[in-house]
């Protein structure tokens, strides 16, 4: 794994990493928070279950699968993209309660926590950007479990992939014709369904006239209406 020095200040993804409204100053003594930025391969992993946690994990391009032992098996928690944050779960216990491996190529910035707090007792920005960080996965798991308790199959499949394509849009990326790097079994075990629920949800979806599917690839065609049968409100 390749290392060298990140800059929050003219990264591309530091809007969707970082919360809006830091100033030139802010960002400046951010940077230097940044230990260093490494490149990771497809299917290596950035930490693993168990490890000691020395640092918060900024994703700064591509993707992952996070995930956790689960009864012999493996159980995905979610799918972080470019400006997510990892290893916000571990800071309670000091130690990684899950695993992130690469679902292709990516790059990421190392934040030492122990600098991190130190920092946040003597920046009150620095303290307010850490709680909206934690505030934000909080967000997230929770949307998981309505995802999980209230909503059939064909539901989960198509909540999914409006959120997949809320985080695309977020990074000014193209959601209308999407390449899904994880597999259909991954995207099971993070909506608690079997592989071959997920097929045929998309298959049904693709019926509905929803999606156009070609292996990893989806097509959205009424992003609307995807929306709608998801119980998600329509983007503006």
Request: net charge positive; glycine share 6%.
């Amino acid at each position: 794994m390749a290392a060298t020095k990140a800059l929050c200040s003219t990264c591309l993804q530091r809007e969707t990493c970082l919360p809006s409204g830091l100033s030139p100053a802010e960002l400046e003594r951010f940077d230097a928070l940044v230990e260093q930025r490494r490149d990771i391969r497809r299917g290596d992993s950035v930490f693993r279950a168990g490890d000691a946690f020395t640092s918060l994990v900024a994703v700064r391009s591509g993707s992952f699968k996070t995930s956790v032992p689960y009864e012999g098996r493996e159980r995905v928690t979610g799918f972080p993209m470019a400006g997510a944050l990892l290893g916000l779960d571990a800071i309670s216990t000091g130690q990684q309660r899950c695993s992130a491996v690469a679902l292709e190529d990516s790059q990421v910035c190392m934040l030492r926590f122990d600098t991190l707090e130190r920092a946040s007792r003597k920046w009150q920005w620095l303290q307010r950007t850490l709680h909206r960080m934690l505030s934000r996965e909080i967000v997230r798991q929770r949307g998981l479990i309505v995802w999980l308790g209230a909503l059939q199959s064909h539901q989960r499949v198509a909540a999914f992939l409006c959120d997949l394509c809320t985080h695309l849009r977020a990074r000014r990326q193209s959601c209308k014709a999407m390449v899904l790097r994880m597999s259909r079994a991954e995207i099971g075990s993070y909506l608690g369904l079997k592989l071959e629920t997920v097929s045929r949800s998309m298959t049904h979806l693709q019926q509905l006239g929803l999606l156009e599917v070609q292996h990893r690839r989806v097509q959205i065609v009424d992003e609307k209406a995807l929306r709608a049968l998801a119980g998600f409100a329509a983007e503006r």
